[in-house]
């Protein structure tokens, strides 16, 4: 169907990674535009720039599909389509699609290779920047294709840009069939089958079925001055710092976080009745304008370690004086020869960022300094805490602790925020997004909320939830909270509030949730006004209760399917208020 020239069965090794590259600089093309090329390789060690198509900059939710017989199964929260229809749709899209490219075969895992949990996939593309990024995000090799063998036991992904036409854009999903078929986008969660299709969309469908859940969730380990380490999970939007916050560099003296993933987790109710979450994936996909040395120093670290694995850069710019990428909010100023994310030379008095705001790098997790040792443990780790978090310019206090599981689901499932360029939506307005997980829920929400009660009834010890908020802002629009390795004085609340010993520290309750005691955050040797912090923790029941008739009107969406347990926390909140 796909009339591919040739195909190209890759192994994963180090030689085939630097042999795509070279077919990406030398032989393929995306417009005029070779699809990658060639960064400083001494300050930027087996690096790579890559220009996507100008319209194909972000995720396109309005493009994304759930596929199945069952069209409440899916849900108002998912787009639609018959799957019979779909397949016709997409075969006509796809005939001929690879004429006179290379049809890539990529074998891989989700998962380490000796966790029960892992899943075996299969994903064709026709675009080196996939190849390698998958290569990069996933462990790819012949042995998945042993492990695979005769069986049908695997997830199939079928990729090709076509001609890159918005109109001829699709990203479907086949939860019955474990297939993932997309045409027109090279653009990360478009492309990449076994990041957001699979391993949140498909995954979370499995876990409905399977007992599990699949989370659009960064896993970290906060470790103390006594080296203790406590296991978090924590769910923002796209752009909101996860990638930040999974690799913070602690503020407080002897603190220190240790880093497992920073976009998906996988959790599993453990033998011992806890939590435990592993991260499916082996890189980053993250947002480039905003990190520097000053807000995530370990990521440039990581970004300039370059080993086997090759660092990729997707519209940013490019600094011509020194072969550099570069974009907003890097450290030093802005330099003088630039060429914008479209490759056009930038005039020095622009004030149109020359990197796209949604570039980003794809970088090896085994590059960052504080990867934590047990980043491979095939059973993941055990989790204390759940985090969820939004941007939110108001309402919403820095940080909230729930009740109980009950009660921060609720929580987690009436969370909004502000949107961002990660999606191809207008930026900055609200919208609600439970669990961060609305782009990426593969089936009806209101039967999700009900999993995730039903999960917590399963565990003997579950993880203390929590919701957090470092994007309050004052009446001038400035922040109220620091933000960035500051962040630890919050996570350290949370730490110790989740251990055995929590019900002894401070808090304050609130229609809303517990707010830290006073003085039971650790503010030594920061400068906030009293004013300040009491504007960042403030539960004001004006504005409550404008967001909760916003939250009603979203959870009224899902009828009968939203669990009466929702609906009585939002009649106590709305009672108390
Ligand atoms: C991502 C996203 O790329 O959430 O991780 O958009
Ligand atoms: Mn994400």
Known sequence: MTRQARVYWCDGSEEEARRLMEIGEKEERIGSQSVFYKLNQETFPFSYLHRSHPTDVARTEQLTFVCHPDREMVGPNNNWMDPG????????????????????????????????YAKACVQITDISYVAVSMRIMTRMGKDVLDRIGASENFVKGIHSVGDFDPSRRFIMHFP?????????????????LGKKCFSLRIASLLGLKEGWLAEHMVIIGVEDPKGNVTYLVAAFPSACGKTNLAMMESALPGYKIWTLGDDI????????????????????????????????????RTLKAGTFYPTLYTNTALNTDTNEPWWEGMDGSRPENLLDWQGNICQPDSK????????????????CP???????????????????????????????????????VFMA??????TTAAAALQVGVLRRDPMAMLPFCGYNMGDYFRHWLDMGKRMTRPPEIFCIN??????????????????IRVLKWIVERSLDSGSTIPRRETPAGFLPGRRSL?????????????KALAVNPREWKAELSNVEIFLKKFGDRMPGEIWDEFNELSASL
């Not at 019955?176 to 990449?192: D, K």
């Not at 453990?270 to 435990?276: A, F, M, Q």
């Open 370 to 408: 504080t990867l934590s040792p047990e980043a491979d443990n095939p059973q993941g780790v055990p989790i204390s805490a759940i985090i969820f978090g939004g941007r939110r310019s108001d309402t919403r206090p820095l940080v909230l602790q729930g009740f109980n599981w009950q009660h921060g």
């Open 352 to 367: 149109t960022p020359a990197a796209h705001p949604n570039s980003r790098f794809t970088v090896g997790i085994r590059q």
């Open 265 to 300: 987790a996988w959790l599993h109710v453990g033998d011992d009745g806890r939590l435990y979450a592993l991260n499916p994936e082996t890189g980053f996909f993250g947002v480039a304008p905003g990190t520097s040395m000053a807000t995530n120093p370990n990521m440039m």
């Open 522 to 534: 650790d503010l030594s040797g920061l400068d906030i006004s009293e004013a300040n912090l009491e």
């Open 470 to 487: 470092w994007f309050r802002k004052d009446e001038d629009g400035e922040f109220l909270w620091p933000g960035f390795g500051e962040n």
């Open 85 to 116: 229809e779909a397949k016709a749709k997409m075969r006509g899209l796809s005939e001929g699609c690879m004429a006179g490219r290379t049809m890539y075969v990529l074998p891989y895992l989700m998962g380490n290779h000796l966790s029960p």
């Open 413 to 418: 499932a009436t969370m909004g925020s502000e």
């Open 176 to 192: 019955e069939e474990n297939l993932v078929w997309s045409i027109g986008s090279g653009y990360g969660g478009n492309a990449l």
